[in-house]
């Protein structure tokens, strides 16, 4: 008998150990997911950020004088992948980096009257299966897409399907059958905005065409001269076997694109001018991709980050989030969430940033729990074209990284706003003002920006970054007001049995804070203030800090 009880009491010591071990894991805080919804991703230009190899600043003899800020400046592959090893993007919060296209650019220039200008944005193709040598070399770009992923961030390759390069006499017409000059689009309904050029001298690419081309005799002749002609028909070959498709211009340049997804491992595409191009190419291309990141994480499952699937993000020029699913043409509504698409750039919020925190947040956090349900929008106070952006001044640098990493959706910093680069250079036409160099000089010296010290501004957008990239329900989840003034608002997430809650206070007064977390923190709880670094405990539903900011970001 008393063997028995020896063994039920040894049995029931067992259990009881386990249950506190599984109890002890439970209570783990568990490993914070990625979620595009949540994105916080920088977006810059690959030319105009860091410099990390001088010696591929000159290619193809480009030494015509250019309009100010219209040629290449140096920038490349070498200079982010620097960047991210110093720690620059990480402890911004970045969780994704977005760079200007970097296949091979035409060789000459043109002067539309804004001064001779070169490809160094990366937005004029000349051959879609080679890098620019300006930008980099393929060896490069493995690197910066292996080191970026080490470092939790995803890579975001900025794509072309509507169009060519510019024609110059070094960068021939790709042919009738491949491209059209004529009509320039007038943006009057769908056929006029889509069966067009964008602007004079940019051949746009027949990708409606059902008829099967034979490659421009100017690609094959610079193959030929690379030496890989035959390497580069035979993957087509093989591609168009597997696939079934027709030798249409469109099935080309997804061949071409999806290569550097099944190749390097790229994690997502943001697509140009989307509403330029038939929707169905973008469904087409989203299936290929897909089948290329399936294939990439096959042949290197050392390597995989997560269970993401690839992912696509479109620049539906002038969509904004109150139109929902869809994107008026006039005559025509088209749906590109159902084309491909899981990400739409949203052109309305720099509009709505002029507004009040509570009407943006709860604006935003409506549309996305009710008609984007399930969808995601990117969010910009400023980028690489638009003219009118939010505090083009950098007089409300402050307010402007306030409301854009803390609205709901996810976040894209275009490079500077982090740091006041300024937007108006003088002397220069157009774009050209929108992309000067990356400001690293005035960040080492703390240049004074309209009365804010460079590196406090960035200093700002990090601890506001590394916030949102430790809590997924800031971007992610639902928002709810809790008091008006003081103004406090909370979130949350809750996905596959991962749940995430943060509350927030702003333009609070200095000092002594008292914070009402009933239903969000349970008492007994630590909970850190990540604007101040404090970690306080919850005590009757009430967290009270103190400190000298106007900001509290509460979290777990």
Known sequence: MKSILTLLLLVALTVTSCLTKESTKVAEKPEVPFVWENANIYFLLTDRFNNGNPSNDMNYNRTEETGILRGFMGGDLKGITQKIKDGYFTDLGINAIWFSPVVEQIHGSVDEGTGVTYGFHGYWTRDWTALEPNFGTEEELSELVQTAHQHGIRIVLDVVINHTGPVTSQDPLWGDEWVRTEPQCRYQDYESTVTCTLVENLPDIRTESTQEVELPKSLMDKWADEGRLEKEMGELDAFFSATGYPRTPRYYIIKWLTDYIRKYGIDAFRLDTVKHTEEDVWADLWKEAVKAFADWKAANPDLVMDENDFYMVGEVYNYGVSGGRWFDFGDRKVDYFANGMQGLINFEFKYDATKSYEEIFSKYSTALSGP?????????????????????????????????????????????????????????????????????????????????????????????????????????????????????????????????????????????????????FANGEMVKDYYSGQTVEVKNNQVVINTNFDIVLLGM
Not at 375 to 391: C, E, K, L, R, W
Not at 399 to 426: F, H, M, W
Not at 487 to 516: C, H, N, Q, T
């Open 372 to 520: 984007l349900k399930g969808q995601v929008i990117v969010n910009y106070a400023t980028s690489h074209d638009d003219g009118g952006p939010f505090d083009k001044q950098r007089i409300k640098t402050i307010e402007a990284g306030t409301k854009l990493l803390l609205c709901p959706g996810s976040s894209q910093v275009y490079y500077g706003d982090e740091t006041g680069r300024s937007l108006e250079i003088e002397g220069t036409v157009g774009d050209a003002t929108l992309r000067s160099f990356m400001n690293w000089e005035e960040l080492e010296s703390n240049k004074d920006v309209n009365g804010v010290a460079a590196k406090a501004i960035l200093a700002h957008w990090q601890k506001l970054g590394k916030f949102r990239a430790a809590h997924p329900s800031v971007g992610a989840g639902v928002h709810q007001m809790i008091s008006e003034a003081p103004y406090y608002f909370k979130r949350e997430y809750i996905s596959a049995g991962y749940a995430d809650k943060v509350i927030v206070g702003l333009d609070l007064p200095k000092g002594d804070k008292s914070v009402d977390v009933s239903g969000v």
